[in-house]
């Protein structure tokens, strides 16, 4: 007698299909910062510039962000030779040592780039300066991507000019 599965075939599929979903993925494809002395030394020797996320736990469109455009970037490998891809959060008690290696609250690092948004994407030299026009909220998926690698890419040509 075969051993029949207590869950219908097609609630088993819907299951499956749920955990393999991105909103389930394993978000580690994009790492959270806390040392910008130790990223600027990283970004400085790949010469590559630093795309930092700045957001925040409980935003939809940071995790919309991160989920449909930055995660798929960062495991396509879309990003590996041209950015560094850090995400910061600023909620309530997040530490980081800043570019100088001073311990501050990540919420005062983002206020020094007057960051009241989230989701907002700076586009930073080595030495924590913007190297192109940040990208603040999501006006539109269909072209974020686009408007990214076009920021990164300028980023990068700006590194060349150091």
Known sequence: MPIRSKLPLSITLILCLLLLSPAFADQSAIPQ???????????NQKKLPIVLLI????????????????????????????????ELLIDEG????????????????????????????????????????????????????FYILNAAETAAEKLTDI
């Open 33 to 43: 910062v806390h040392d910008f002395q130790r990223l600027a030394i990283e970004a």
């Open 55 to 86: 957001s925040q736990y409980h935003c939809g469109y940071c995790d919309r962000m991160k989920e449909e455009v930055l995660y798929p970037m960062s495991i396509s490998g879309d990003f590996e030779q041209t950015a560094l891809v850090r």
């Open 94 to 145: 997040e530490m980081v040592n800043d570019f100088q290696g001073n311990r501050v609250a990540a919420s005062a690092f983002s206020q020094r780039y007057s960051v009241f948004v989230t989701p907002t994407l700076l586009f930073l030299d080595s030495r924590g300066e913007e190297a192109a026009e940040r990208i603040l909220g999501i006006n539109t998926m269909d072209y974020l991507l």
